[in-house]
């Protein structure tokens, strides 16, 4: 299904999409940040826009309204009557009616508390329920499963492995997947080999830049090993400088960098 464009979203949109959301939220994602600073570089005019999402995600994400102590609620009533009496010059009221109208704007006061409640557990909802925009797919020890990503491309995931990926990939969304164990990727070529339409899979310390390619990466609590069969592939690396594997190698990132050539 196509997806309109984030130049045309309103605030509330950017404020239940995902990637966004994951923006706001994890400011240590490195991948998720680049792509949102190049997007603003490019719609300069949606920056009040995005503004009001980003504080609307934040407010979200803020604690409920704490309880109210026995001090505090006998304070509150102690206001409501002071009120009451000093409305009784304008209009005098009996003892009953004084009563309904107290029970009256503690009713509206604890309703309006509750809408607060509703709305923030509505927009919570919105953005981890189960509507929302991400996939994650797990294996068993003994399960391999066959996954295709929006973009047609095909990653075989093997067992005691997990991924996690947008569902919905648009032409201003990375595709991108977050890896935790073995795959293989068959990933479809794209004539726009730009940095932002590049196919990524991220590991921990790792990511791997592919246009058209079929390559294998292993995940693991020791490193993260990465073997190309055809196409290319962009290994980025905090702290050093771009890898580049031609087809037949492969390389293990651990502790040490070590590439096996052909």
């Given at each position: 299904m196509s997806q309109k464009p984030y130049s045309a979203y309103s605030a509330e949109e950017f404020a239940l999409d995902d990637l966004f959301v994951r923006w706001v939220q994890h400011p240590d994602d490195e991948e998720v940040v680049a792509y949102w600073q190049n997007w603003l570089a490019k719609h300069p005019y949606c920056i009040e826009t995005v503004e009001t999402a980003r504080e609307l995600i934040l407010t979200g994400s803020r604690s409920a309204l704490p309880a109210l102590s026995s001090d505090e609620i006998s304070s509150v009533w102690g206001r409501i009557r002071e009120s009451?009496?000093?409305?009784?010059?304008?209009?005098?009221?009996?003892?009953?009616?004084?009563?309904?109208?107290?029970?009256?704007?503690?009713?509206?006061?604890?309703?309006?508390?509750?809408?607060?409640?509703?709305?923030?557990?509505?927009?919570?909802?919105?953005?981890?329920?189960?509507?929302?925009?991400?996939?994650?797919?797990?294996?068993?020890?003994?399960?391999?499963?066959?996954?295709?990503?929006?973009?047609?491309?095909?990653?075989?995931?093997?067992?005691?492995?997990?991924?996690?990926?947008?569902?919905?990939?648009?032409?201003?969304?990375?595709?991108?997947?977050?890896?935790?164990?073995?795959?293989?990727?068959s990933v479809v070529h794209r004539n726009d080999t730009s940095s932002a339409r590049l196919f990524r899979v991220h590991t921990a310390g790792l990511t791997i830049e592919a246009v058209g390619t079929t390559f294998q990466v292993r995940h693991s609590s020791k490193g993260t090993r990465v073997a190309l069969t055809s196409g290319q592939v962009n290994l980025l690396l905090k702290h050093q400088k771009t890898i580049r594997l031609r087809p037949g190698e492969s390389i293990e990132v651990a502790t040490e960098l070590t590439k096996s050539l052909p």
């Open positions: 009451l009496q000093t409305m009784e010059d304008v209009r005098p009221l009996q003892p009953g009616v004084r009563a309904v109208v107290g029970w009256w704007y503690f009713g509206r006061t604890v309703a309006a508390m509750l809408g607060v409640v509703l709305l923030i557990g509505w927009a919570l909802w919105m953005q981890y329920g189960p509507n929302q925009c991400i996939s994650s797919v797990s294996t068993l020890a003994n399960q391999t499963r066959q996954i295709r990503l929006p973009d047609n491309s095909i990653m075989t995931l093997h067992p005691s492995s997990s991924v996690r990926y947008a569902r919905c990939w648009t032409d201003e969304s990375p595709r991108a997947v977050w890896l935790n164990g073995e795959a293989d990727f």
